[in-house]
């Protein structure tokens, strides 16, 4: 076990992620995003040391009021399913369980404002972590709130304690929020070595979401049909038309495998399996499925996305600039090419390693939130 220096309190830090509960129990389906599984990373390292205690407040799946599991106190609240004021009330009671006197949550929704204001009130410290652009570039209250949705989320910059950001840009928004010294964290994994060797597929992972392009994916498998592509995207037919939409499409096409569900612990071996893997995403913080393909030695071809310019300063992937022609002529380049796609590889490897090892970055929160 490890010691956050010399500090001889024991610091207390819960995490607000509903969905978690999925990481540690393999029979409860959940579609999670990048957020869950940076919350899950970082937990694991922080329940290592010997003065951090660690919770996560999770969603009710039937399971016992509380659980401990990698060292990390697993806390049930509310189910989704219930009325408001029955979430509330599950909700407050986890909060008083977890006695924590940290409370991290990310990923805005109209409850971040009103955890902020009500963490204050109780002396608490209320650390919101920024999961994606549209949160601080005005396209959240433009196009994805109402108007009363929209303000109470956004009452989450001026009540929350700290307020952490991915990327320079997202804290150059802060910045005309008027949030004092944003900081900036980037998210972390678990770093093994091991032998690279890929199967010549193109991966896309994604949620069954429209800001993910996927048919972007699939119009390039119809041109190029000698090109193996695996695509995989969680969703609900009953509740998401469009991740059936996706799905339906996505059979139709002989060189897709189209994959419905991949469970958190297995996601890595596609990762490790592939050729390269690709972004289509109009919008993103700092894509986590990034993190796992560099961690995964496999070089990125991103339409749009390139935070932080991290696809060139680390030379592990090739940004397209929004021209899909170009996307498809790189995807093709990277399968082709031995020698670009090692090159890449082995820098992709040695980035995760020097900017998003979940030891490095575990530190860093660390002093952070102190």
């Known amino acids: 076990m490890q010691s956050s220096k010399n500090d001889k309190t024991v610091m207390r830090i819960c995490f607000i992620i509903p969905k978690a509960y999925t990481f540690f129990n393999r029979n409860v389906r ?10 899950y990373h970082i937990a694991r390292q922080l329940a290592t040391y010997r003065d951090i205690q660690v919770s996560f407040i999770v969603a009710d799946y039937g399971q016992a009021e509380e659980e401990r599991s990698e060292g990390i106190r697993l806390i049930r609240s509310f189910k989704f399913g219930d009325n408001f004021f029955r979430q509330v009330f599950d909700f407050l009671r986890a909060v008083r369980r977890s006695r924590a006197d940290i409370f991290v949550q990310r990923t805005l929704t109209p409850m971040s404002g009103p955890l902020a204001v009500l963490f204050k009130l109780m002396r608490k410290k209320f650390i919101y972590m920024i999961a994606c652009d549209h949160e601080v570039d005005g396209r959240y209250e433009r196009s994805y709130a109402g108007p009363v949705s929209a ?12 307020v952490i950001a991915q ?3 997202q804290r150059e928004y802060l910045r005309r929020w008027h949030v ?5 964290l980037k998210s972390g994994i678990t770093v093994k070595d091991f032998d690279k060797h890929d199967n010549g597929t193109v991966l896309w992972v994604h949620r069954s979401v429209q800001h993910k392009r996927p048919f972007i994916l699939l119009e390039m498998a ?11 995207s969680s ?10 939409k996706v799905a339906d499409g996505a059979r139709e096409i002989p060189n897709v495998t189209f994959i419905d569900y ?9 990762f490790r399996q592939a050729r390269v893997f690709v972004n289509t995403s109009s919008m993103e913080g700092f894509p986590f499925a990034f993190i796992q393909a560099m961690a995964a030695k496999t070089p990125i071809v991103s339409l749009e996305i390139n935070p932080d310019n991290v696809l060139d300063t680390c030379a592990c992937g090739i940004p397209c600039k929004g021209v899909r022609a170009m996307m498809e002529q790189k995807i093709i380049e990277v399968c082709s090419d031995d020698a670009l796609f090692r090159r890449m590889s082995d820098n992709a490897f040695r980035c995760i390693r020097q900017e ?7 530190r860093a929160f660390i002093e952070l939130i102190k």
């Open 151 to 162: 303000f109470l989320s956004l009452l989450v910059f001026r009540y929350a304690a700290l």
């Open 356 to 362: 998003h090892d979940v030891v490095l970055v575990t």
């Open 262 to 270: 991949v469970p958190f612990r297995d996601i890595d071996d596609y």
């Open 235 to 244: 969703g609900d037919d009953d509740k998401n038309p469009f991740h059936k």
């Open 30 to 39: 959940e579609i999670i995003g990048g957020s869950e599984a940076a919350f």
């Open 167 to 169: 990327n320079d840009i």
């Open 222 to 232: 119809r041109k190029h049909p000698s090109i193996k592509f695996i695509m995989i």
């Open 180 to 184: 004092r010294s944003p900081a900036i």
